[in-house]
């Protein structure tokens, strides 16, 4: 009886062995796939995200016939956006509400990486005192990621202009600021501002700017770049600038000629998730080789106490 009791215990602990195996094996396949999955998946978002996607159908002093077919894919595509050596440099959509191109692209497809848009309440042709244009804040400086690098000095002097085209023409784009505000802060988010309200509306900017140009502004038209700021849930990082007549199509440039310590830190900080997923991939091996060493211990001891 005692030899039957004792074959049955060391049946069931193989067997509990044998599924404990299976099960780690099991977990630390599903651990590696999501691993590769993340990977893949976050390299798809940013390919789609990247502004070279939409290079064929930027408009040229020479020509605008991309541009035309741009907006024969999607005609609620009303200007492209150039801000000199980064790497905004995108179409800009308008609809009729601030949820659809949150998800979907310039060609109009499902995108997580989504579109930059004018606020459904300003004027497509950036007629408004005030027009406010929202980007995602996306790794890698893509669409509106590279905003929070104002912040630093240095970058904010350095990278003020840009280009504005709609209805054909081109218009000069000059960052006069950079700040922080909150989603809600109507002060800031005034897209229906009046025309007899600009002059306050600079002067509470000013106040508000983390980085302001003191140089006196010259008459045009107010944009409001604006994206998610990284870790404060209704945080926004925002660019204001002022849009004048006369501007030049913008020239194809190298981007990110100089990186302030500033600017190290905020790239970074936005490369965290690839950091973790390094991480993870290499705690796996870290795992399967104790795994394994402890496996091999167990068989010896079981083998030399035969």
Same mark, same amino acid.
């Given at each position: 009886?005692?030899?039957?009791?004792?074959?049955?215990?060391?049946?069931?602990?193989?067997?509990?062995?044998?599924?404990?195996?299976?099960?780690?094996?099991?977990?630390?396949?599903?651990?590696?796939?999501?691993?590769?999955?993340?990977?893949?998946?976050?390299?798809?978002?940013?390919?789609?995200?990247?502004?070279?996607?939409?290079?064929?159908?930027?408009?040229?002093?020479?020509?605008?016939?991309?541009?035309?077919?741009?907006?024969?894919?999607?005609?609620?595509?009303?200007?492209?956006?150039?801000?000199?050596?980064?790497?905004?440099?995108?179409?800009?959509?308008?609809?009729?509400?601030?949820?659809?191109?949150?998800?979907?692209?310039?060609?109009?497809?499902?995108?997580?990486?989504?579109?930059?848009?004018?606020?459904?309440?300003?004027?497509?042709?950036?007629?408004?005192?005030?027009?406010?244009?929202?980007?995602?804040?996306?790794?890698? %400086?893509?669409?509106?990621? #590279? /905003?929070?690098?104002?912040?630093? !000095?240095?970058?904010? @002097? +350095?990278?003020? &202009?840009? $280009?504005?085209?709609?209805?054909?023409?081109?218009?000069?784009?000059?960052?006069?600021?950079?700040?922080?505000?909150?989603?809600?802060?109507?002060?800031?988010?005034?897209?229906?501002?009046?025309?007899?309200?600009?002059?306050?509306?600079?002067?509470?900017?000013?106040?508000?700017?983390?980085?302001?140009?003191?140089?006196?502004?010259?008459?045009?038209?107010?944009?409001?770049?604006?994206?998610?700021?990284?870790?404060?849930?209704?945080?926004? %990082?925002?660019?204001?600038? #002022? /849009?004048?007549?006369?501007?030049? !199509?913008?020239?194809? @440039? +190298?981007?990110? &000629?100089? $990186?302030?310590?500033?600017?190290?830190?905020?790239?970074?900080?936005?490369?965290?998730?690839?950091?973790?997923i390094v991480y993870m991939g290499i705690a796996l091996a870290v795992l399967t080789v104790i795994y394994f060493i402890l496996?091999?211990?167990?068989?010896?001891?079981?083998?030399?106490?035969?």
């Open positions: 009886m005692s030899v039957f009791i004792t074959k049955t215990v060391k049946f069931i602990f193989k067997a509990a062995d044998r599924l404990v195996n299976t099960l780690f094996i099991t977990l630390l396949l599903l651990l590696l796939i999501l691993t590769v999955y993340i990977t893949s998946e976050n390299k798809r978002i940013l390919d789609e995200a990247d502004s070279k996607v939409y290079t064929a159908y930027k408009p040229t002093s020479e020509d605008t016939t991309s541009f035309d077919e741009l907006r024969a894919i999607n005609n609620e595509i009303v200007g492209w956006l150039t801000i000199d050596d980064t790497k905004i440099d995108y179409p800009l959509t308008h609809t009729t509400n601030n949820d659809k191109y949150v998800n979907t692209s310039a060609t109009g497809e499902f995108s997580l990486s989504g579109a930059l848009f004018l606020d459904f309440r300003n004027a497509p042709d950036f007629s408004d005192p005030l027009t406010v244009i929202y980007g995602h804040n996306m790794t890698d %400086d893509m669409m509106f990621g #590279v /905003i929070d690098k104002y912040s630093d !000095p240095f970058f904010f @002097k +350095e990278h003020k &202009h840009g $280009t504005l085209f709609f209805g054909g023409d081109y218009y000069d784009v000059s960052v006069f600021a950079y700040l922080m505000a909150d989603a809600h802060d109507t002060s800031v988010y005034s897209p229906t501002l009046k025309e007899d309200d600009v002059e306050s509306w600079i002067a509470h900017v000013r106040e508000t700017a983390v980085n302001f140009d003191s140089k006196p502004l010259s008459g045009g038209r107010m944009l409001l770049l604006s994206t998610c700021s990284s870790g404060i849930t209704n945080g926004r %990082d925002l660019l204001a600038a #002022v /849009i004048t007549p006369g501007g030049k !199509p913008p020239e194809a @440039k +190298e981007v990110g &000629h100089s $990186t302030s310590p500033a600017q190290l830190s905020g790239i970074i900080r936005r490369e965290k998730i690839n950091i973790y496996k091999r211990r167990k068989k010896k001891k079981h083998e030399q106490g035969k």
